[in-house]
């Protein structure tokens, strides 16, 4: 994937798991939407740590130097 699939793919993972947790509130015992949580949870984990690492970080609590603030470093991620 390239920068901007990448982003576009983090956005639908973040949207479907903001949907799930909103789901969650009023059915909190719901097997299925908390297997459903867990895996959604994890793709975008993965897609985002992904990002970070080929692009730059994509928020500033996936800055990790702590010498040093890079997160002005790469393009901003609209850019």
């Not at 867990?38 to 996936?62: C, H, I, M, W």
Request: net charge negative; charged share 30%.
């Amino acid at each position: 994937m390239n920068q901007k699939q990448l982003l576009m793919y983090i956005t639908q993972v973040s949207f479907a798991l903001d949907d799930v947790v909103l789901f969650l509130d009023t059915h909190p015992c719901d097997k299925d939407a908390l297997e459903y949580y867990q895996k959604t949870k994890e793709l975008r984990e993965e897609a985002v740590n992904k990002y970070n690492r080929e692009f730059g970080p994509l928020t500033t609590d996936s800055v990790n130097d702590s010498y040093r603030w890079s997160w002005v470093d790469a393009p901003w991620p609209w850019e």
